[in-house]
T-cell receptor, first 113, second 113 residues
Framework: LAKTTQPISMDSYEGQEVNITCSHN???????ITWYQQFPSQGPRFIIQ???TKVTNEVASLFIPADRKSSTLSLPRVSLSDTAVYYC??????????????FGGGTRVLVKP | GAVVSQHPSRVICKSGTSVKIECRSL??????MFWYRQFPKQSLMLMAT?????????EQGVEKDKFLINHASLTLSTLTVTSAHPEDSSFYIC?????????FGPGTRLTVL
């Protein structure tokens, strides 16, 4: 499974856009990029998944350059409730050992008022 | 989205006792369930992969005789921490998968006194 590297933490303010970049230099052809959000004492929650270019949903956008060696999660106009740890995962969601996921260190995002 | 529940949400036990944690997929049948452990301020660590009707596959370094996993049906997997010790105190999270999606439970906080 491809290893990922993310910043340990990021601070932001309410209403700002938060961009978290994840490096995955040895991503494989069949790998997708998935981001999860985790609040304290809760299980991770799926945010977004993509393979290439740009994916957008009601919560976030995911930007993936052509070489796919990195990806950026963009959270528009964050609020205090977006304070959480964000995990970037890389893998084949369908075939990889029964969807086995390997979590990296995650990025702790603190949104300040 | 699909819902995964865990019971209990938190448990406190004495050292040397055994604790059972249940993971249920409430509105879908899960082909595979995973068990993770998370220590404070750390990432999720995969402990084992559980498939209905077969023995669980444990990750390296996880003692299968200490962490007993039973996957009796397509909607229920249990993790039993046997002879628990204070160092087993952690946040245990399960996830359940369909063909191409993985859903996480809310977690169980285990405190061993």
């Amino acid at each position: 499974l491809a290893k990922t590297t993310q910043p340990i933490s990021m601070d932001s303010y309410e209403g700002q856009e938060v961009n978290i970049t994840c490096s995955h230099n040895n991503i494989a052809t069949n790998d997708y990029i998935t981001w999860y959000q985790q609040f304290p004492s809760q299980g991770p929650r799926f945010i977004i998944q993509g393979y290439k270019t740009k994916v957008t949903n009601e919560v976030a956008s995911l930007f993936i350059p052509a070489d796919r060696k990195s990806s950026t999660l963009s959270l528009p106009r964050v609020s205090l409730s977006d304070t959480a740890v964000y995990y970037c995962l890389v893998g084949d969601p369908i075939k990889a050992a029964g969807n086995k996921l390997t979590f990296g260190g995650g990025t702790r995002v603190l949104v300040k008022p | 989205g699909a819902v995964v529940s865990q019971h209990p949400s938190r448990v406190i036990c004495k050292s040397g006792t055994s604790v059972k944690i249940e993971c249920r997929s409430l509105d879908f049948q899960a082909t595979t369930m995973f068990w993770y452990r998370q220590f404070p301020k750390q990432s999720l660590m995969l402990m084992a992969t559980s498939n209905e009707g077969s023995k669980a596959t444990y990750e390296q370094g996880v003692e299968k005789d200490k962490f007993l996993i039973n996957h009796a049906s397509l909607t229920l997997s249990t993790l039993t921490v046997t002879s628990a010790h204070p160092e087993d105190s952690s946040f245990y999270i399960c996830s359940a998968t369909t063909d191409n999606e993985q859903f996480f439970g809310p977690g169980t906080r285990l405190t061993v006194l």
